[in-house]
């Protein structure tokens, strides 16, 4: 094929940024950009070319639109593998996932949303299997720190592990912390997944026929509110994200097909003061009521600054906030020694858990720059390592995909830092 990559949506926010870091990630590779305007990759790629002081005069362009299906095809045939940039996924992801299967072309994108990536997951892949072709979503810091993280944990374990607990946490170093911390797509695609989360439940029944056994002991919620002595007693509450799906999808992917204990996962967010943790409970409320409803949506959607208290607009974060801002995913994983190990996955322990361990995943601009970077490497990964991946292809979590690959060292040497604590 003319192009290994294709950078699909460069012009968008997410886009912008995944393009400049191509510079350095695809640099052994041929790699192109495709969006709908001729004029504005033009202009993306100069802007790039400025901020990255190097020529991309030879990037190739491609025109392909979501919604024009012959444009996506050709786009598709043209490369190795699509990386696609262009959110709500919701809304134009699954065109080009169909695109992309039909055309025995690799997928990656950064979709925190769980109805989308099951539902291509329930629709295409059988599909994909038999074009032996990865589609893969969740390749951004929704849910890679996350996924690839319970992956970690589970390798250093050195034993049966049984249930983890993981807990998020932020900070920031911008001397100007006034601005947005999130691009508006990041908003729009947050409000779609809440409003239509209904939608899980029969989806979730149509893709798994068998229920998982009811292994015990069962991981217990922690109360609503509460402190963490994993986190230096910081204040946490459940996380809403897509973390926990995307690594529950990669658990049984592993029990089905490798005949291994699912691990049991409960997510959290962690705040450092008690007011700040109040301030985001009445802005999830509010952004929970309004989401029910058309009327509301529209609001949410109109005044993004406004209803999350300035936290998204359209401009997206500054350069310094998104520089400056680091993370911390902790891992809290109990399980039983190696010389516990039951027979067979589906076997009950008689007794509670003997061992435990602390692992973090940490890094900085979680919301962008580790997420293009992660993304990035998704996709080099299948280009250079397919052959340590599930032989037949298929729509895939990360970690159902990565596990037995060398990502987490290449995360490492790109910004990541995974880790032992104890």
């Known amino acids: 094929r003319d192009l290994d990559v294709i950078i699909f949506g460069a012009t968008g926010f997410t886009g912008k940024y995944t393009v400049y870091e191509g510079i350095t990630l695809l640099k052994d590779l041929k790699w192109g950009v495709a969006g709908r305007s001729k004029e504005k990759l033009q202009k993306t790629l100069k802007e790039v070319e400025q901020k990255a002081k190097t020529s991309l005069e030879n990037i190739p362009i ?39 299967v039909e055309n025995g072309t690799h997928h990656v994108d950064v979709s925190g949303e769980p109805q989308y990536m099951e539902r291509m997951q329930l629709e295409y892949n059988e599909l994909a299997k038999e074009k032996g072709v990865y589609v893969i979503s969740a390749c951004g810091f929704d849910s890679i720190p996350a996924d690839m993280g319970v992956v970690f944990l589970e390798d250093k374990f050195d034993g049966v592990v049984n249930s983890v607990e993981t807990y998020i946490k932020t900070t920031s170093k911008a001397k100007n912390n006034s601005g947005a911390v999130l691009h ?45 002595s994993v986190v230096n007693n910081r204040w946490t509450v459940p996380f809403p994200g897509s973390d926990r799906s995307v690594v529950m999808r990669s658990q049984r992917h592993f029990y089905d097909n490798d005949k291994k204990r699912p691990i049991q996962m409960k997510a959290y967010v962690t705040f450092s003061n008690f007011i700040e943790l109040i301030g985001v409970i009445f802005v999830a409320a509010i952004f929970g009521i309004l989401s029910k409803s058309q009327f509301g949506r529209k609001l949410l959607l109109d005044y993004p600054r406004l209803f999350s208290f300035g936290a998204a607009s359209h401009e997206g974060p500054s350069e310094e906030v998104m520089e400056n801002t680091y993370f911390s995913l902790y891992f809290y994983g109990e399980g039983w020694k190696t010389d516990e190990k039951l027979s067979e996955p589906s076997d009950q322990y008689k007794s509670p858990p003997t061992k435990t361990i602390k692992t973090k995943v940490s890094g900085k601009n979680p919301g962008y720059g580790a997420t293009c970077v992660s993304l990035l490497l998704t996709a080099t990964t299948i280009l250079k390592e397919s052959d340590k991946m599930p032989a037949s292809g298929g729509v895939l979590s990360p970690g159902a995909a990565f596990a037995k690959t060398n990502l987490i060292s290449e995360l490492c040497k790109n910004g990541f830092k995974f880790e032992v604590i104890e």
Not at 62 to 68: G, S, T, Y
Not at 186 to 207: D, F, K, M
Request: hydrophobic share 35%; with cysteine; proline share 6%.
């Open 184 to 228: 508006y797509g990041t908003w729009e695609s947050a409000v779609y997944g809440l409003a239509h989360a209904n939608e899980l439940r029969q989806l979730r029944s149509q893709l798994y026929k068998t229920r998982l056994p009811n292994f015990q002991p069962r991981l217990k919620d922690r109360p609503l509110i509460h402190k963490s």
């Open 62 to 100: 491609i025109i392909a639109d979501v919604k024009d299906e012959n444009s996506l095809n050709e786009m598709a045939a043209k490369c190795k593998i699509v990386i696609n940039c262009c959110g709500p996924y919701r809304f134009y992801g699954e065109p080009v996932v169909k695109a992309c």
